[in-house]
C-alpha cells in the first residue's frame, strides 16, 4: 500500500544545557552529545536539534558568548561523528546562528520566529532551512500563567504566516521554510490540546509543520507523571499530529513514539479496496 503522505520525519533533541526542563545536564561534555545522538539516530531520528539556551518557564537567558561555549564543541564532535542525521540548532540569535552554519549546521530552529531582524537575511544567503516558531508573550510561560488567545489557532496561523512572509521577503526559499506552533509556550493546556487537534490549519498554510510536544507540561498534568515518564503520553500526542498532517515530530525519544506514528500514517492512508 502506498502511502499518501510521508510518514513524519523524527528529529531527536539534544540539549547542552544545565537546566532544560527534562534533560539539563545530562549532556556535559561532548562526548555524551555524541552518544547520545547516536542513541537518536539508532531508534530512527533523521534529524538532531542542538540547543544551548534552555527556553523551559522561568528560565534566565544567557549571553551569545555562552551559548556558543556550549554549542560550539556538541557540533564539533557531531560533525566528527558522521552520523546519517541532518544537524539544526535550536536559537533566536543570528550571532549563534551563523557560527552553527559555519561548523556544519543544515538548518536553524528560531524559537523566536526572526524576532533578530539579522535572522532571516543569513539564512537566505546560507540557503538553509529555517523553522518558524510561535512563541507568545516575553519568555516561555505555561498553565494558567500563559497568554490569553481567545482564539489560539487562528492567533498562531497569523502569526506564522507573517514570520513566513518576513523570510520570503528576505529571500529565503518557499520550500526552506518550516511552521512550529510552539507548545507551551504561553499557552494553556486547552490551547496545547487545540492545537494539536487543529493542526491541520497550520498544515493548509502550505508548509511543512514541525510539532514538538514532547514531554511537555500539559503532557504531565494530563497524565499525572514527571517528564521522563511522559514518553507514553507524547507518543499519543504524535499520533494525532501524524493525523493532522505534521511532517517533522521534535522529540527526546525517537524509538518511543517510531512505531506509534509509523501505524498512526497506515491508518492515515489506508483506503477500502
Known sequence: MAAAHPVPQLMGILNVTPDSFSDGGQLADAALVVQRAQQHVAEGATWLDVGAESTRPGAQFISVDEELRRLLPALQALQAARLEARISVDTRRAAVAAQALAHGADA???????SDPKMAPLVAEA?????????????????AQGVHHPNVVETVCS??????AKALQAGVQPHNIWLDPGLGFGKSMNDNLV???????????GQPV????????FLQRLVGRKSSECDGAT?????????????LLRVHSPGAVRDAVLVASALRDASAP
Open 195 to 205: 492545537l494539536t487537534q487543529r493542526l491541520d490549519r497550520l498544515v493548509a498554510l
Open 235 to 247: 507518543a499519543a500526542a504524535c499520533c494525532v499530529a501524524t493525523l493532522r498532517g505534521a511532517q
Open 127 to 143: 540557503q538553509a532551512p529555517i523553522i518558524l516558531m510561535h512563541w507568545a508573550g516575553d519568555r516561555p510561560v505555561g498553565g
Open 108 to 114: 536553524i530552529n528560531d524559537v523566536s520566529a526572526l
Open 210 to 217: 514541525v510539532y514538538g510536544a514532547s514531554r511537555k507540561g
Open 159 to 164: 502569526f506564522l504566516d507573517a514570520a513566513r
